[in-house]
């Protein structure tokens, strides 16, 4: 990290001068990020925190302080389990959750993650949502293991077992009736997201 | 009976096909007339937001809008999935909160002939419904055979009670509902202080090492406690615990062994149904040892009339493809 001497005027022109106001429009509803007090409630309140690059709240602070492509490619947002603890806590009731779902879509759109295995997880489960209307857990578990976890198949291959001998997995997709419905759909939105 | 419109969601009809077919055998006791959404669509999960944000709230847009059409005076949406009920009561939230991600939504929906006014459907999960409108003395009259001496540790996980839109439970952290439930169902029910804690979510597909860590911390406490088995309302808490903590006793070299099954299958039970048709059986950490201690025996495995009716005759053989017709240009490009 680079240590900033005395304080230079900011540059207008550096597009990360506003990148918290970047963060908090791209998430859904209102997001709050802006009302944040470095409390550290979030971070203390996380499951998951021990395995985090950054505690939320330093993510935050690193937000505010235009440190985008750092934020970016923090693995916090991905090694959040979306449990909420840190949500119906923060004093600020900032949607912390919901930040992270954002910093998540936009490291993907600047190719800032470091690993792909989370990515990848989620671009195929969201293609076999797009091609079929269903979640398709066959068809992504096997692609996933093969790819990202190949030293598991032996450890994981009884469960995939039992789970189709139980019944509760299907080999074959589902899909919906009006999945060219739903297609055009998701291709508006996707227009009106800048993602097309 | 009462009216509501229901969002079964993915899981329903595949991991956790267990939680479908006990809720639907005690629909009728319970006074409760579900009718499915037509057509319905994947909710998301916690994937899409995490790639694009109009897309993902689109696609739970699309639930809704077939929902509100179907309506017909119902208000209620019920969703027995945590994952769904969220997804479903975020995007009506927040498409409330934020007129531009309402109007974004709707502009999609309109490609495909829909549309949704926020606000007009209620959001509601099965528990709440069963504790709200239903009523734990309905549901005490229909108990015929109370689960006495199952000592049980009730299992939310996180995101049916939080964030918690309409307020609707006891407590964020440590909500009594599901206890309350499980007593009047006679069982011994254990004061469970992890009841709200994540089971790993997608971590046990991307980032084993975290997820094992958190199942690891369940699994423990529930067998601290003493518990026969976790008692849950959610396919993925399920699904976690259930299938994957044989991979997490290897990960941490224990030797746990804590079944975990719906609560719909406890109700079913109390309610004096056949174990047969309450899924039983479809769980991999086998819950037929805790069940038998009080005097039920569950199948092994469940094998549906569907499937016994279908089976081959020996004389067919495996299913399998048909064999490959091999030409000699194959092999000319397999050397």
């Not at chain 2, 939230?93 to 006014?117: D, F, K």
């Not at chain 2, 011994?188 to 860590?213: N, Q, R, Y």
């Not at chain 2, 990960?251 to 719906?262: A, G, L, R, W």
Request: hydrophobic content about 40%.
């Amino acid at each position: 990290m680079t240590t900033h001497t005395a304080a230079s005027p900011p540059d207008p022109n550096n597009p990360n001068l506003r990148f918290l106001e970047e963060v908090s429009l791209a998430t859904a509803g209102v997001s709050r990020l802006e009302m944040c007090i470095q409390c550290g409630t979030c971070g203390g309140s996380c499951p998951s925190a021990a395995d985090m690059d950054h505690t939320p709240r330093m993510l935050f602070a690193m937000i505010r302080a235009g440190m985008r492509e750092e934020a970016l490619r923090s693995n916090t947002p991905w090694i959040c389990v979306s449990c909420y603890h840190c949500v119906v806590r923060c004093p600020q009731d900032v949607h912390i959750a919901d930040v992270m779902y954002t910093l998540k879509s936009m490291a993907i759109r600047a190719k800032l993650y470091r690993e792909s295995t989370a990515p990848d997880f989620a671009r195929t489960f969201v293609d076999n949502i797009e091609s079929y209307g269903r979640s398709y857990e066959f068809g992504l578990a096997t692609r996933h293991y093969l790819k990202h976890f190949p030293l598991r198949m032996p450890g994981i291959a009884p469960m995939g077992l039992g789970m189709l001998t139980k019944g509760r997995m299907d080999i074959k997709p589902r899909r919906i009736k009006g999945i060219g419905q739903l297609k055009t759909i998701l291709a508006r939105a996707k227009e009106l997201e800048g993602v097309a | 009976m009462t009216r509501y419109l229901y969002y079964p969601g993915c899981s329903m009809e595949s991991n956790a096909k267990a939680y479908h077919e006990s809720l639907l055998a005690v629909c009728e006791p319970l006074g409760l007339d579900l009718e499915e959404i037509r057509d319905w669509n994947c909710c998301g999960a916690t994937e899409y937001v995490g790639i694009s944000l109009t897309p993902a709230y689109a696609l739970i847009g699309r639930n809704l809008a077939l929902a509100a059409q179907q309506a017909n005076g119902a208000r209620t949406v019920l969703a027995p999935c945590s994952a769904c009920y969220l997804n479903l009561a975020k995007a009506d939230h927040y498409m409330q909160e934020s007129p531009r991600l309402n109007e974004r939504v709707n502009i999609a929906l309109a490609a495909g002939g829909l549309q949704y006014r926020p606000g007009s459907l209620q959001i509601r999960h099965l528990l709440d419904v069963i504790i709200h409108d239903i009523g734990l003395e309905a549901v005490k009259s229909n108990v015929v055979r109370p689960l006495k001496g199952l000592r049980v540790a009730p299992y939310l996980g996180c995101m049916v009670p939080r964030p918690d839109y309409e307020k609707r439970w006891s407590d964020h952290e440590h909500p009594n509902e599901l206890d309350r439930l499980l007593k009047a169902l006679g069982a011994e029910v254990i004061d469970f202080p992890l009841k709200t804690h994540c089971c790993g979510g997608h971590m046990t597909h991307i980032g084993p090492s975290t997820a094992f860590e958190l199942i690891r911390r369940l699994v423990q406490a529930a067998d601290h406690y003493k518990a026969d088995m976790m008692v849950t309302l959610c396919p993925m808490c399920q699904m976690n615990i259930d299938g994957f903590q044989a991979e997490m006793n290897r990960h941490f070299h224990t030797n746990y062994h804590m079944p975990i099954i719906f609560f719909t299958q406890l109700i079913g039970l109390a309610f004096g149904k056949d174990p047969n048709v309450l899924g039983f059986g479809r769980e991999l950490t086998d819950a037929r040892a805790a069940l038998s201690k009080i005097g039920f025996q569950v199948p092994e495995v469940v094998e549906r009339a569907e499937t016994r009716a279908a089976r081959r005759s020996k004389k067919e053989g495996l299913p399998m493809p048909p064999p490959l017709q091999r030409v000699p240009e194959d092999e000319e490009a397999d050397k």
